[in-house]
């Protein structure tokens, strides 16, 4: 079956510091990868998003790039705010569309000024 | 994309009670999903409820417990029955569109 394995947080990083988390999945056919974001107190939110191989999803200075190969979407940014600080879920859907998510664990990210 | 409406936002319960959670979408969508997010972990699906047919479990998920209803294209409900202080999640509504899934703002539940 699918899966989706992230890097463990909590992430605690300097504003203006480089920021990368981990995601890595596992997924017959060729799914689409998603990275959600969840402010304190909000719903889930769309970040961005790649639907096939070596596309680069891109959104407020987050990118991320389908990697097949190494099955891989890690998400950066190069210089995180204060604001960016929330939990981060890697997630893919089935190749097939129209299906559910499923989600990596999440990785809270914290960021001191 | 789509537009979707969640009631209640939070609710505190009594345990052995029933809580039903109802699920509004702004447009006619074949599939909608149920997704429980325990406290300080990640998303887990319930069940996928189609329009017409009986909603699909996820293993560790029972219709006795979570009953689901689909009577039209943009409506669901689900219901968690007989609560007990672990069912104290937030539950979320989602529909997939053509490239990205959308979800309501959820419901946090809170069970004493």
């Known amino acids: 079956g699918n899966s989706v394995t992230q890097m463990e947080g909590p992430v605690t990083l300097s504003e203006e510091a480089f920021l990368t988390i981990n995601c890595t999945y596992t997924a017959t056919g060729y799914p689409s990868l998603f990275w959600y974001v969840q402010y304190p107190g909000e719903g889930l939110q769309l970040l961005l998003k790649a639907t096939k191989a070596d596309d680069k999803g891109s959104n407020k200075g987050f990118e991320a790039t389908y990697r097949k190969e190494t099955t891989s979407f890690h998400l950066e940014k190069g210089s995180v705010q204060v604001s960016d600080s929330a939990v981060y879920f890697c997630a893919l859907s089935g190749s097939a569309g129209r299906r559910a998510l499923t989600f990596g664990s999440g990785t809270r990210l914290q960021v001191q000024p | 994309s789509a537009v979707i409406s969640q009631k209640p936002s939070r609710d505190i319960c009594q345990r052995g009670t029933s809580l039903t959670i109802q699920c509004q979408v702004d447009s006619q969508v074949t599939m909608m999903f149920w997704y429980r997010q325990q406290p300080g972990q990640s998303l887990t699906l319930i069940a996928t409820?189609?329009?017409?047919?009986?909603?699909?479990?996820e293993s560790g998920f029972v219709i006795d417990k979570f009953p689901i209803s689909r009577p039209n294209l943009t409506f669901s409900t689900l219901t968690v029955s007989n609560m007990s202080p672990e069912d104290s999640s937030i539950y979320l509504c989602s529909v997939s569109g053509t490239a990205e899934a959308f979800f309501g703002q959820g419901t946090r539940l809170t069970v004493v």
């Open positions: 409820a189609n329009q017409g047919s009986e909603a699909t479990y």
